[in-house]
């Protein structure tokens, strides 16, 4: 079944235009440029500023002072539940990124806003469906709990179909597969991946699109695995080496090592 991008957020024909400026400059690695196009006087684009630089920290591991500056005004701004919550589950996002990255533990903080979160959005609310996944991510890689990540992504995934919002579609396929392959389940998680990588390039996500050639190219064969890791690299130079925690992945075959 075929999902969608989610309309007004920049990436279907007849949304607003500064939304598809955004999601232009998003999807490029150009985060700052995109909240830089968000006036911040309002609770939802002081949010959607606030999402944008918390996810240039998880791509790039810097911007982490703005990225704390726009939360606190988003957090400033919020007023009805929805908007609280939603402040909470970047709070946690951006907590999470930085115990993942290694620049400050904050486990307890992230897992303490993903769960004012979940106090505030009820389920099948707007913005649960992204709650969802990010506490399987929790989960997943801070808690080591993978049948606890694997019920949250597939709650998310389900909430993500609904919703018809494809991009974080093209993430709990990504994740699911992960757990997949993990698990020794290779066709499932061959399936998984290329759906992920199917939908981002379709989104032209551009910066998502090298972590999902490289989780395919774990599933493949020769050539086809080589050939998916080489249109990684591509990407990730013309991204300017972004997401920073790709390179470990994309290095290159030692001169005279056997590639058959």
């Known amino acids: 079944m075929a999902h969608s991008a989610m309309s007004?957020?920049?990436?279907?024909?007849?949304?607003?235009?500064?939304?598809?400026?955004?999601?232009?400059?998003?999807?490029?690695?150009?985060?700052?440029?995109?909240?830089?196009l968000l006036p911040p006087d309002t609770p939802a684009t002081a949010l959607q500023r606030a999402v944008l630089?918390?996810?240039?920290?998880?791509y790039t591991e810097r911007g982490w002072p703005e990225a704390e500056d726009a939360l606190r005004q988003a957090e400033a701004l919020a007023h009805s539940d929805e908007e609280r919550g939603a402040?909470?589950?970047?709070?946690?996002?951006l907590a999470y990124a930085a115990t993942l990255h290694g620049v400050r533990d904050r486990a307890d903080e992230a897992r303490a806003a993903l769960g004012r979160a979940a106090a505030l959005?009820?389920?099948?609310?707007?913005?649960?469906?992204l709650l969802?996944?990010?506490?399987?991510?929790?989960?997943?890689?801070?808690?080591?709990?993978?049948?606890?990540?694997?019920?949250a992504y597939r709650r998310a995934h389900a909430g993500a179909a609904a919703g018809a919002d494809a991009l974080l579609l093209s993430s709990t396929w990504r994740h699911l597969a992960g757990l997949a392959l993990r698990d020794g389940e290779l066709t499932e998680a061959r399936h998984g991946f290329a759906e992920s990588l199917r939908i981002r390039e379709e989104l032209g996500y551009l910066v998502g699109?090298?972590?999902?050639?490289?989780?395919?190219?774990?599933t493949e064969d020769e050539p086809e695995?080589?050939?998916?890791?080489?249109?990684?690299?591509?990407?990730?130079?013309?991204l300017g080496g972004v997401p920073t925690w790709l390179s470990r992945?994309?290095?290159?075959p030692a001169a005279g090592a056997a590639t058959a």
């Open 209 to 218: 699109t090298a972590p999902a050639l490289v989780s395919l190219a774990d």
């Open 249 to 252: 992945h994309l290095l290159p």
């Open 121 to 129: 959005i009820p389920p099948g609310g707007a913005g649960r469906a």
């Open 225 to 238: 695995a080589s050939r998916l890791r080489e249109e990684a690299r591509r990407l990730f130079r013309l």
């Open 8 to 36: 007004g957020n920049g990436t279907t024909a007849g949304d607003d235009p500064l939304q598809t400026a955004v999601w232009r400059l998003r999807s490029r690695a150009c985060w700052a440029d995109a909240a830089a």
């Open 87 to 93: 402040a909470a589950c970047e709070r946690g996002q």
């Open 132 to 151: 969802d996944f990010r506490r399987g991510l929790l989960a997943e890689n801070l808690t080591r709990s993978p049948q606890a990540a694997r019920a």
């Open 53 to 58: 630089l918390v996810e240039r920290c998880l």
